[in-house]
């Protein structure tokens, strides 16, 4: 392609990506709350500390598109992904600043390292970016194991069964009594 065409093109992208955050910055501050306010049975709050950390997320995230664009362009990486993976990275953050369960901050969390992981691996040609990306993705898949076995038994507590302790003395295998919760 034409080189003025993809200066262009980065160009657009960048004010594409900046318009987004812009209109992020409009929403949230829309629909600012004056108290604290729960919402989804109490698992996400919306209150005004909440508000002043994400508008410093957007500005901080502006501060990356306008700082990383330069670099991008010398090293031909300007593509619209950046912008578009740094964006749900944002979104991830957002959750989590507005989390008021540990599931809610899960989410976040893991729409946040969804989105880096990708970004780790967005220069496809270099070894140290492949190199990388297979340490994350191999630590990745060790921590959702520990996550999966950790919370199988409070994600379905109407199956769950507890072992209590029995009012008779029997011998021991006897002493205690299978519960279902829920």
């Given at each position: 392609e034409h080189p003025l065409v993809e200066i262009?093109?980065?160009?657009?992208?960048?004010?594409?990506?900046?318009?987004?955050?812009?209109?992020?910055?409009?929403?949230?501050?829309?629909?600012?709350?004056?108290v604290r306010e729960l919402t989804f049975s109490g698992s996400y709050v919306s209150d005004p500390m909440g508000q002043i950390l994400k508008i410093v997320a957007t500005g901080l995230i502006a501060l990356v598109?306008?700082?990383?664009r330069r670099y991008l362009t010398v090293n031909g990486l300007a593509r619209g992904e950046f912008y578009t993976l740094s964006l749900f990275s944002l979104l991830g953050v957002f959750v989590m600043i507005s989390a008021n369960s540990l599931l809610v901050m899960y989410l976040g969390l893991e729409m946040l390292s969804l989105a880096l992981y990708a970004l780790v691996a967005?220069?496809?040609?270099?070894?140290v970016a492949a190199a990388i990306l297979r340490q994350v993705l191999w630590c990745r898949s060790r921590s959702r194991t520990t996550v999966r076995s950790s919370s199988c038994e409070s994600a379905w507590p109407c199956t769950c069964s507890v072992l209590?302790?029995?009012?008779?003395?029997?011998?021991?295998?006897s002493r205690f009594t299978a519960h279902t919760i829920g």
């Open positions: 262009v093109l980065a160009v657009a992208g960048v004010m594409a990506a900046l318009g987004a955050l812009v209109l992020t910055l409009a929403a949230v501050l829309a629909t600012a709350p004056e598109f306008m700082y990383s967005f220069d496809r040609d270099s070894p209590m302790p029995s009012r008779r003395s029997t011998p021991f295998a």
